[in-house]
């Protein structure tokens, strides 16, 4: 990372301006790559690395804009004189995990495929950190924010009129190219659409917000997406129930964690009264999740053959050929490029240790936007810590069934990891509070 000198208290007026632009169009880039990278399909017809499995072609677009995109969040970074101190607290975090997943490349089963897909997620992590650290205000950030996700909502509503290949025999896919992938968008659009709705300086008109979070509510629907609609409620609900377990009525946080405690005894006695594929079956219909037992089944083998270390960053998926040979002697009929688990997947990948890893990533994130929820937000449902949290949980429940954690170009994922950039940042979480206890409102931030 190249050297950036101390942040200054204020910026020149022209820095600060040209910073702002330059920050938004980054975060207008940055969502557009990674929830509509598949976008040019529609118009251009499918490329070889996507419409091939087994391929082990990279993507063009991938290796040149990310690096682009890399580079040009660190001028940004210069221009707001962030020091590289100021992100140690985003990004500790994530550094063992970090670590781990390049020196994977020294004991991957291919090493090439590791060290290409290793780079590409430490640069997109790396840029992500930073572009957060450029935010000081977040009613800002959520601005920016709901610009993006709006942009995005809209070419998903233009592309159900103008292209029939949005609209897939599995679901609605819009722009994203898959209706998984359409649905996961929506799990971090709609909580923003309805913060856009409820509060006018973050959509600019609340007619807007509205519209937004009912065409938004709408595609969800049309994806068809289990996992994303079960994800949104999760969220939703643990979100809820944290807000009321911070409340200091103890009457009220000993009724909900008796209510806990009698869904996870009912849930035990029908798992155990029925059994998991008769209790499936019943819920979905499908014991076998769509194939993914399969799946889990051969991701598991791969864990077993290196527990400790696993077999390398992404070495699991997308090998060439070999892939496609290797699926059809564990009996599966099509060809994969992730586990549908994104705890299985990070464990065949990088073993006992990556899982380690992952785990102290999750829980940092998970209190520094408690932290920031209850020292900023005070509990309440209006900014980035409740968004952080509910995105979280969205997540937990989310990696059952699809691999989302740490894969490059994946959406939620890494809006999860610029968020917890921000919140982590303590820094300025004194300085939002000595302004919010001095008294007189200071003047509104430039959006540009």
Avoid at 99 to 109: Q, R
Avoid at 227 to 238: N, R
Wanted: proline residues 5%; positive net charge; aromatic residues 12%.
């Amino acid at each position: 990372m190249i050297p950036m000198p101390a942040r200054n208290a204020v910026l020149p007026p022209q820095d600060q301006a040209s910073g702002d632009v330059l920050r938004n169009l980054l975060v207008y880039g940055f969502v557009f790559y990674l929830f509509a990278f598949r976008a040019p399909d529609l118009l251009f017809g499918p490329s070889k690395a996507n419409g091939n499995p087994s391929s082990d072609a990279g993507s063009t677009f991938n290796q040149l804009i990310l690096p682009a995109m890399f580079f040009a969040t660190c001028i940004a970074a210069r221009t707001y004189r962030i020091s590289a101190r100021h992100l140690w607290p985003a990004l500790i975090p994530m550094a063992p995990f970090l670590l781990v997943m390049v020196l994977s490349t020294l004991w991957s089963d291919y090493p090439e495929l590791t060290f290409r897909r290793a780079s590409r997620e430490f640069l997109e992590a790396i840029a992500l950190v930073m572009l957060a650290a450029c935010f000081s205000n977040a009613r800002v950030l959520l601005v920016v924010l709901f610009r993006a996700f709006l942009i995005i909502g809209c070419l998903d509503l233009l592309s159900s009129l103008i292209f029939p290949d949005s609209l897939t025999d599995l679901g609605f896919a819009g722009i994203h190219g898959h209706k998984n992938l359409a649905g996961e968008f929506f799990v971090v659009a709609l909580p923003v659409y309805l913060l856009g709705t409820l509060h006018k300086e973050i959509s600019g008109s609340r007619l807007l917000g509205l519209f937004s979070l009912m065409a938004g509510a709408a595609m969800l629907v049309a994806t068809q997406s289990k996992t994303s609609v079960g994800a949104i409620v999760f969220g939703f609900v643990v979100l809820l129930l944290a807000r009321y377990l911070f409340r200091r009525d103890p009457s009220l946080r000993v009724s909900l964690q008796l209510l806990f405690l009698l869904g996870m005894l009912c849930a035990i006695a029908a798992i155990l009264n029925w059994g998991p594929s008769e209790l499936l079956n019943s819920l979905i219909g499908d014991p076998t999740l769509t194939g993914r037992d399969q799946i889990w089944l051969y991701v598991t083998q791969k864990f077993n053959a290196n527990p400790v270390l696993g077999v390398g960053y992404g070495a699991v998926w997308q090998v060439g050929p070999e892939i496609e040979a290797a699926m059809k002697r564990a009996g599966l009929i099509f060809v994969f490029n992730e586990a549908h688990n994104g705890y299985l997947d990070i464990a065949a990948q990088l073993g006992a240790l990556g899982v380690v890893c992952l785990v102290i990533f999750l829980i940092a994130t998970l209190l520094n936007s408690l932290s920031y929820w209850a020292t900023i937000e005070k509990n309440e449902f209006r900014g980035v810590g409740a968004l952080t949290i509910y995105i979280f949980w969205a997540l937990v429940l989310s990696n059952i069934t699809e691999s989302l954690y740490f894969q490059p170009g994946v959406g939620s994922s890494g809006v999860l990891i610029f968020l917890g950039g921000f919140v982590a940042n303590r820094n300025k979480r004194l300085v939002m509070m000595s302004t919010a206890n001095a008294g007189p409102r200071a003047a509104r931030p430039s959006l540009a």
